[in-house]
């Protein structure tokens, strides 16, 4: 019996069809294991993955293969995006076996949940290198039957590993180690393409932040013409859709050409930061508008009704990946006509014999940037041949909600909004806020995905991180009080709940959550910053916003700790190493006075990398510890105040003057 009718994941529901028995990851399903004695199967993925599709259409679908499934095992389908700690676990052992990781994850697991072996997709037949699935279902019921001391050897050690959980070492980092990284980053780059070097490249927003962050704090120009050449290069190339806006996984060429076409919300929401940023700091036009296009994307294709934000949409569609993406020259030129088809195609990289098997990757790649006149006249095209493309059959939409990765978009919406003189998009966030705040919440907790009335609860650390910081960004922006009490309330969430005494960082998931073989400690970054950096840079602007010394002193305690794990590694860390230079370097401005809307602006205008901003109402009292404390109340009228740790500026008055302020106290940091 097929258990996914009733699921509420847009994944699972895929399958709901299938002559696999499949049942949801529950206590359940494991006790029927136990009462059978048969080993599980547990197979993870997600809605928008191409491999994943191609699986179930071959082996989970067939009914002989289903008949072998079901007689030998029981048999698990997850949703990573839901239940990501589940995901975590069984993928950590996955590469301890020695075996490159990705979706579909298909491991094999004792009763009590213990993983013995696995790996990722298995064609129906042997090809590719690797046996046929059904070969591989015997042959692992076989040994789990017949040398069960084997199976108990594989666990045991596996068990050693993923027990282990990161340790500070009791170091420390200091700009000029972060400024030496940084340095040898930049080298890492590819010269001519931007990005890490080789295929397939990723966007990779963190390390780009990084980069951007040592170039400011370094001005090391090398490393500016480094991040801003990948995201040049990214919003040129395929991987970008030039016509709907927005950005594909990863590009599955050096050159950002072929892109994996599924589309993710998370993906979308650090790259907007980074190419609001890039406008603010060059102007240039392709900066500006790939910020703007997934905007347009977010709101033609990605908010549900409620308000929020949905997770992702497919690479697949008609069963093709990228079908719904690619054109014929002879499509174009039924949209456009003879003369602007030409036009488009020589702009866009189309020819008849294609850029891309025998098909066209719309792409600027070859052709660059051109003149406003020329942008203005493609504008038109672009429009044309999105309308056509509406027409035709529209890969899968995954429609839950995920408090994280809304987070993500809230936060990204409410930095770029200044940056771009786009206030609509605040509006935008805060509808979403308030969908999570008011649906997803149970006694101050979040949950973690809702879709349908459903709700995966309670959430994980990343969605109170993720959530935490959506809180602040809107604070900063609006200075309306309830949004930093709702931080203040999954900071305390996060350090009651999810925060590890022993190793002085967050775990995974919450005290009393649904038990796994290990309690999940990562602190490294995935394609999503762990939860750990998102904590330790909420935490950082917490303290610059309140000047309190109990969240001075609190955001510095964490972050030392969690210092102490990035060494190792700090390239898988990079989310905490952007906290740390924000708490280095970063700048508190603190605008009061009646009539300093003027004020205000200009200070949320200033890039977010570099500051927070707090506007002081009448009638709210600073700490008294605060350093601007004596200054802030000398006069009625509008002014601001820079502070950098405990050194204020005097009073500005003036936007341009702030301005001046801001960059002088930046190059002295």
Same mark, same amino acid.
């Given at each position: 019996?097929?258990?996914?009718?009733?699921?509420?994941?847009?994944?699972?529901?895929?399958?709901?069809?299938?002559?696999?028995?499949?049942?949801?990851?529950?206590?359940?399903?494991?006790?029927?294991?136990?009462?059978?004695?048969?080993? #599980?199967?547990?197979?993870?993925?997600?809605?928008?993955?191409?491999?994943?599709?191609?699986?179930?259409?071959?082996?989970?679908? +067939?009914?002989? #293969?289903?008949?072998?499934?079901?007689?030998?095992?029981?048999?698990?389908?997850?949703?990573?995006?839901?239940?990501?700690?589940?995901?975590?676990?069984?993928?950590?052992?996955?590469?301890?076996?020695? $075996?490159?990781?990705?979706?579909?994850?298909?491991?094999?697991?004792?009763?009590? *949940?213990?993983?013995?072996?696995?790996?990722?997709?298995?064609?129906?037949?042997?090809?590719?290198?690797?046996?046929?699935?059904?070969?591989?279902?015997? @042959? &692992?019921?076989?040994?789990?039957?017949?040398?069960?001391?084997?199976?108990?050897?594989?666990?045991?050690?596996?068990?050693?590993?993923?027990?282990?959980?990161?340790?500070? =070492?009791?170091?420390?980092?200091?700009?000029?180690?972060?400024?030496?990284?940084?340095?040898?980053?930049?080298?890492? &780059?590819?010269?001519?393409?931007?990005?890490?070097?080789?295929?397939?490249?990723?966007?990779?927003?963190?390390?780009?932040?990084?980069?951007?962050?040592?170039?400011?704090?370094?001005?090391?120009?090398?490393?500016?013409?480094?991040?801003?050449?990948?995201?040049?290069?990214?919003?040129? *190339?395929?991987?970008?859709?030039?016509?709907?806006?927005?950005?594909?996984?990863?590009?599955?060429? @050096?050159?950002?050409? #072929?892109?994996?076409?599924?589309?993710?919300?998370?993906?979308?929401?650090?790259?907007?930061?980074?190419?609001?940023?890039?406008?603010?700091?060059?102007?240039?036009?392709?900066?500006?508008?790939?910020?703007?296009?997934?905007?347009?994307?977010?709101?033609?294709?990605?908010?549900?009704?409620?308000?929020?934000?949905?997770? !992702?949409? =497919?690479?697949?569609?008609?069963?093709?990946?990228?079908?719904?993406?690619?054109?014929?020259?002879?499509?174009?030129? @039924?949209?456009?006509?003879?003369? %602007?088809?030409?036009?488009?195609?020589?702009?866009?990289? #189309?020819?008849?014999?294609?850029?891309?098997? $025998?098909?066209?990757?719309?792409?600027?790649? &070859? !052709? *660059?940037?051109?003149?406003?006149?020329?942008?203005?006249?493609?504008?038109?095209?672009?429009?044309?041949?999105?309308?056509?493309?509406?027409?035709?059959?529209?890969?899968?939409? =995954?429609?839950?909600?995920?408090? +994280?990765?809304?987070?993500?978009?809230?936060?990204?919406?409410?930095?770029?909004?200044?940056?771009?003189?786009?206030?609509?998009?605040?509006?935008?966030?805060?509808?979403?806020?308030?969908?999570?705040?008011?649906?997803?919440?149970? %006694?101050?907790?979040?949950?973690?995905?809702?879709?349908?009335?459903?709700?995966?609860?309670?959430?994980?650390?990343?969605?109170?991180?993720?959530?935490?910081?959506?809180?602040?960004?809107?604070?900063?922006?609006?200075?309306?009080?309830?949004?930093?009490? %709702?931080?203040?309330?999954?900071?305390?969430?996060?350090? !009651?709940?999810?925060?590890?005494?022993?190793? *002085?960082?967050?775990?995974?998931?919450?005290?009393?959550?649904?038990?796994?073989?290990?309690?999940?400690?990562? /602190?490294?970054?995935?394609?999503?910053?762990?939860?750990?950096?998102?904590?330790? $840079?909420?935490?950082?602007?917490?303290?610059?916003?309140?000047?309190?010394?109990?969240?001075?002193?609190?955001?510095?305690?964490?972050?030392?700790?969690?210092?102490?794990?990035?060494?190792?590694?700090?390239?898988?860390? /990079?989310? &905490?190493?952007?906290?740390? =230079?924000?708490?280095?370097?970063?700048? !508190?401005?603190?605008?009061?006075?009646?009539?300093?809307?003027?004020?205000?602006?200009?200070?949320?205008?200033?890039?977010?990398? %570099?500051?927070?901003?707090?506007?002081?109402?009448?009638?709210?009292?600073? +700490?008294?510890?605060?350093?601007?404390?004596?200054?802030?109340?000398?006069?009625?009228?509008?002014?601001?105040?820079?502070?950098?740790?405990?050194?204020?500026?005097?009073?500005?008055?003036?936007?341009?003057?702030?301005?001046?302020?801001?960059?002088?106290?930046?190059?002295?940091?």
């Amino acid at each position: 019996m097929n258990r996914l009718k009733d699921a509420s994941s847009p994944y699972l529901l895929q399958h709901r069809d299938n002559p696999v028995h499949w049942w949801e990851w529950r206590p359940e399903a494991l006790a029927e294991a136990r009462r059978q004695n048969k080993p #599980v199967l547990i197979s993870i993925g997600y809605a928008a993955c191409h491999w994943c599709h191609v699986m179930a259409h071959e082996s989970f679908e +067939d009914p002989d #293969v289903a008949a072998v499934m079901n007689e030998l095992f029981v048999n698990i389908k997850v949703d990573r995006e839901e239940r990501p700690d589940v995901d975590h676990v069984y993928m950590s052992a996955l590469h301890l076996l020695g $075996e490159q990781g990705g979706w579909p994850l298909t491991m094999f697991l004792t009763p009590e *949940g213990e993983p013995f072996w696995g790996g990722t997709y298995f064609p129906k037949e042997p090809r590719f290198g690797r046996p046929g699935f059904v070969q591989v279902l015997r @042959e &692992i019921s076989r040994l789990y039957h017949a040398e069960p001391e084997r199976i108990a050897k594989n666990w045991d050690a596996l068990k050693q590993h993923l027990a282990q959980t990161a340790q500070a =070492d009791g170091g420390t980092l200091t700009l000029p180690d972060l400024d030496q990284m940084g340095s040898r980053l930049t080298e890492l &780059i590819d010269k001519e393409n931007g990005g890490l070097q080789g295929a397939p490249k990723f966007p990779n927003p963190l390390i780009l932040e990084y980069l951007l962050r040592y170039a400011h704090r370094s001005r090391d120009g090398k490393a500016r013409e480094a991040s801003l050449l990948t995201m040049e290069r990214m919003a040129l *190339g395929g991987i970008h859709d030039h016509l709907g806006g927005g950005f594909a996984r990863y590009s599955v060429d @050096e050159r950002w050409l #072929v892109p994996h076409f599924e589309k993710m919300l998370y993906d979308n929401a650090q790259l907007l930061e980074l190419y609001a940023l890039a406008y603010a700091e060059t102007g240039r036009a392709l900066f500006r508008d790939a910020a703007a296009g997934i905007v347009a994307w977010l709101e033609r294709e990605m908010v549900t009704p409620e308000g929020a934000f949905a997770s !992702s949409l =497919d690479a697949d569609s008609e069963g093709i990946e990228g079908r719904f993406y690619v054109w014929s020259l002879s499509e174009i030129r @039924e949209v456009l006509g003879g003369e %602007d088809a030409a036009f488009f195609a020589k702009v866009y990289d #189309v020819s008849e014999h294609g850029n891309w098997e $025998e098909t066209n990757i719309p792409n600027r790649l &070859i !052709s *660059g940037e051109a003149p406003p006149a020329i942008e203005e006249r493609l504008a038109g095209m672009r429009q044309k041949l999105l309308e056509r493309r509406s027409t035709r059959v529209r890969p899968g939409l =995954d429609d839950k909600v995920l408090a +994280d990765w809304n987070g993500l978009m809230i936060s990204a919406l409410i930095r770029s909004a200044p940056l771009l003189s786009r206030p609509d998009w605040i509006g935008l966030a805060e509808r979403a806020y308030r969908f999570i705040r008011e649906t997803m919440t149970r %006694d101050d907790k979040l949950g973690h995905s809702w879709r349908g009335g459903s709700l995966i609860f309670p959430g994980f650390a990343l969605d109170h991180a993720a959530m935490m910081r959506a809180a602040l960004a809107l604070f900063e922006a609006t200075s309306e009080a309830s949004y930093l009490r %709702d931080a203040h309330t999954w900071r305390d969430v996060l350090l !009651s709940e999810f925060m590890v005494a022993e190793t *002085g960082a967050l775990a995974m998931t919450a005290q009393g959550a649904d038990p796994l073989v290990v309690h999940p400690q990562p /602190t490294h970054d995935d394609a999503v910053p762990n939860a750990n950096g998102v904590f330790a $840079e909420a935490l950082v602007r917490l303290a610059q916003i309140t000047e309190a010394q109990d969240d001075i002193q609190r955001a510095s305690d964490i972050l030392n700790r969690l210092v102490g794990i990035a060494r190792s590694a700090p390239l898988g860390h /990079t989310s &905490i190493l952007n906290a740390l =230079d924000l708490h280095l370097r970063g700048l !508190s401005i603190l605008v009061t006075g009646n009539k300093a809307d003027a004020l205000f602006e200009a200070a949320l205008r200033m890039p977010y990398l %570099d500051r927070s901003v707090h506007r002081l109402h009448e009638g709210e009292a600073l +700490d008294d510890n605060h350093p601007a404390k004596a200054l802030a109340s000398s006069g009625n009228g509008p002014q601001a105040l820079v502070c950098a740790g405990i050194r204020c500026s005097l009073p500005v008055t003036d936007p341009t003057g702030l301005e001046a302020q801001v960059r002088e106290m930046m190059q002295a940091s």
